[in-house]
């Protein structure tokens, strides 16, 4: 649905992407996560069709998204900071979607009163920060988007909202094959909706993967062993990350899984324990591997 080749774009002598190639099929949620400053928010401004790239090529259903104003109809974008009309009410702005997408849903507005329960009488600048990102959702998924591009979405909305817009996301995405693209720093949110998973760094994609095979790449094992621990049996296993207490023995480890833990089974441990590794987890080590490891701080 959404392909992006050999991508590369410039400011001013900052290499923000630099030749990035990204696939997200249809139906699917694609959470895009990385440091501060990896370029996410450039690379979703060029898929939103805002920026024009220096090289390489994006397409969103096989069409160029770059002032293709047929394409960028089927585009829901909620950016970090919202722009709305100074003056109008969530009515008015209302009417404005109507006439400019086509395929404007009036009975799912109405409907969504029910959700989002924020009088449509409201200047929208006279709303909170949280609001205003509520009255983003609503009006967006009113028009039946067939792409949701949405770069921090759930900033600024309290518990129940967020949960609210997600059910609304996921039930676009499973009732009529919505493709979502969403950047976001809570790794712990995205764990929970996406289905594929793209890790950036200065202006790179490190990893593209689905967030399944991510997990059951990268593992955590505690070891210990009754008399010394032959070290030597990990040779040839990527490890991430090391620690011990006493006789136990930390990993983070990546690659074959079943193939190290038999390794493992074969010098009989006394404990040996496989721990699951949350997204957050796997970013932070990821991120080492990189050079862009956690550091002790001492002020
Ligand atoms: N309009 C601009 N002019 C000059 N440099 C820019 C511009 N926009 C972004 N950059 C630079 O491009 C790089 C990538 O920025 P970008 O905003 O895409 O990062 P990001 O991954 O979205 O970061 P964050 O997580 O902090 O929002 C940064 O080095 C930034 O300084």
């Known amino acids: 649905m959404i392909n992006v080749e050999h991508l590369s774009k410039n400011f001013e002598g900052t290499k923000a992407l630099a030749d990035i190639s990204l696939h997200i ?25 805002v920026y024009q790239q220096d090289d390489g090529q994006i397409k969103i259903d096989g069409n160029f998204v770059y002032e293709n104003n047929e394409i960028k109809e089927k585009i829901a974008y909620v950016p970090d900071e919202l722009y709305f009309f100074p003056q109008y009410t969530i009515k008015k702005m209302a009417r404005f979607y109507r006439e400019v997408f086509s395929t404007w849903n ?32 609503w009006l967006c998924i009113s028009y039946m988007p067939e792409v949701m591009i949405l770069d921090e979405p759930v900033d600024g909305l309290d518990p129940v909202m967020r949960k ?7 039930q676009d995405v499973a009732e009529r094959q919505m493709t979502v693209l969403v950047s976001s720093h809570n790794l712990r949110e995205l764990e929970d909706i996406c289905d594929t998973v793209g890790i950036m760094h200065q202006g790179k994609l490190l990893i593209e993967r689905e967030l399944d095979d991510l997990k059951s790449d990268v593992y955590k094992i505690q070891v210990a062993f ?74």
Request: proline content about 2%.
């Open 164 to 170: 609210k817009v997600w059910n609304l996301v996921v």
């Open 226 to 299: 009754k008399g010394e621990f032959d070290k030597s049996i990990l040779d040839g296993t990527k490890i991430l990350h090391k620690e011990n207490r006493g006789s136990i023995f930390l990993y983070i480890l990546k690659g074959n899984r079943e193939k190290t833990i038999s390794i493992i089974e074969q010098s009989n441990p006394a404990i040996l324990d496989i721990l699951p590794l949350t997204l957050e987890e796997i970013f932070i080590y990821e991120m080492g591997g990189v050079g862009y490891e956690i550091k002790d701080i001492i002020l």
């Open 106 to 137: 009036e009975e799912r507005y109405e409907k969504l009163k029910d959700v989002f329960m924020i009088d449509e009488n409201m200047k929208i600048n006279k709303l909170s920060k949280g609001m205003k990102k509520q009255v983003a959702f």
């Open 25 to 49: 099929k249809k139906g699917s949620i694609y959470g895009l996560v990385g440091p501060n400053g990896a370029g996410k928010t450039t690379l979703i401004k060029h898929l939103t069709g």
